[in-house]
């Protein structure tokens, strides 16, 4: 019990209040914007064709949009409000798509941004970490110096310009992957082969771009920790007891090197509730990284500050988890 | 006075530290035409100062050359069940399977040589397992358990983690890894520096009672002259590179010939001797650069023209007294 109250309780409070301030920021950030959203709309339905709204009819139109906005009363009233909302799961509608709730919006493109981006930073730390991990214990052979020589080359590549280049290749020079969407058009979702080959045919190309990105990434962090951990007097000490090598490699080397790039994980797994913008743009893929991009040039502040909630919530809860499963891994943590 | 046996010849063994500045080679003669027999069962101590070269002897004994550290000349034969091998005739596979099972090494005690994330249970195993072809887990387990029950060490060390073990227990956890195997040699390489006197004298006195145990030799380095009072046989002294005298232990302390010995041996405080000490002076040499003849002639007050001009040879004076010094050696004619 005393783990209980000394190392999880704790970490669960931070969590709150990780959250709680985070919420609030998001909620005060966006009210020092000079855009007057109601004004925006306003203007948006006026272009639309209805100039001669009467007054009467204009003003009453301001009271709905302001209560819908969340922006009646004071600051504090709106902020009161704003939790009260938030904990009905209830960001009001989206004014991009008006009146589909914002809540819909995020959940029908959040399945697609969850399976391409944790598929793709998956993928990415068990190879880069891999092979990195290997490159560093052999950090003197000649095949691990031409490795990372590749990995410095391709890691500081911006992803978006490797998503060009894929698109380039291989949806335009040599055309056997779909370069827009996430289904064929008319595919409905089944357990069926075909659908499922469909489905990763339209991610292979989003998520290679990623990937091979992420796995540059992941070799040069990892090459160096291992090439660390090496040297370290127990890794000495088990080559001259005569362990056998693949044992020190992964029992030795692999093993303790891991440690912070878990945590690395933990936070790329939740960052990845902010999508891959620029990723999913090129694609054209209906995830959550597009769905942000529509709301920044829509300017619906709802969907934004959805999102912004939503991406919050879960670094924070990566982290958590990271937090309480790291004892697990790391004995050395446990009893403090 | 039984006939000893030999398990150890080392004849003119060379080795250098070779450097590559600036386009010139440099040489760092850190062990230099070193000649000595090591018997069967017994405890046999190496002194000397810092950077005299007894680690290096130490890592060229037990194969553990790396570069920059290169085998110059000169041989090292074992007698291993009967048959003579040099240790530079092993290759990798055969000094793998040695290792533990006909010599072990017990490392300093400040160094971190037990791994952070994995239970001293399991690093028993992975050198059991390394080593003898046990069937299964228990039958590795059940040995781990027996030897450290015979050693007198509590059960729960198997269980817990480094870091949960205070220094000391960690040096004798050490030592029982290095022994669990019952290995003919054991070299312990400044294995009681780093710990307080007290838990010293237990790790002293547990090597003691391992080495009757196991009947074996235990061949042991450290500077410090008291350790090697309570605990060796004989000793060899090295200065500079250089084996300049081996006589019992009660003759070294009784009896010291070589100049350098003479100043090792008074600079110990004795009870009821209130005379200041004399320390040697001077430094150590550079053994990129050592002094022409005998190494010790630029800080010996008994230097004459030809300790500046030859070697001194390794002469045994007694009956298993050997020095290499032309004073001691005239000295000893004259009385002779």
Redesign the interface.
Known sequence: MRILKRYIIPRIIQFFVVVFVGITITFIVPRFTPLDPVQMTINRVASYGAQYLDAETLEHLKQTLTDLYGLKGTVFEQYVRFWDRLLHGDFGPSLAMFPTPVMEVISNSIPWTLGLLIMSVLIAWLIGNFIGGIAGYFSEKRWAKVLSVIAATIYPIPYYFMALILIIVFGYLIPVFPIIGGLSIGMQPSFSFGFIIDLIKHAFLPSLSLVIVGIGWWFLSMKALSSTTKS???V???E?????QS?ILF??VM??SL?PQVTNLALSLGGVFNGALVTEYFFAYPGIGQTLYMAVTNGDFNLMMGISVFSIFSIASAALVIDLLYPL????VR?R | MEERRTILRTKNLKAYYSFKAFGIDRNIKALDDVTFDIYEKEIFGIAGESGCGKSTLMKVL?G?IKSPLRHIGGDAIYKINGNERSIFSFDKET??????SFM??I?QGS?????????IKKQFL??IK??KDVVNVDEAEDIAVEHIKSLGLPLEVLRS?P??LSGGMRQRVTIA?ATVLKPRIIFGDEPTTALDVVVQRGVIQLLKDIQKELNNTVIMVTHDMAVHAELTDRIGIMYAGKMVEIASTREIFKEPLHPYTQYLINSLPKIGDKSEKVSVPGAPPSLANPPSGCRFHPRCPYAKQICKEQEPTFEELKPGHFVACFIATKRGVENG
């Open positions: 370290e007097d127990y000495q000490y088990a001259a007891a005569g362990i056998p044992k029992g030795y093993k303790n440690l891994i790391d004995p050395r009893y | 037990y553990l000094l793998r399977k040695l290792r533990w072990s090494y490392p160094m971190n040589i037990l791994n952070p994330t994995v239970r992975n050198i390394a080593h983690y870091h949960q890894l």
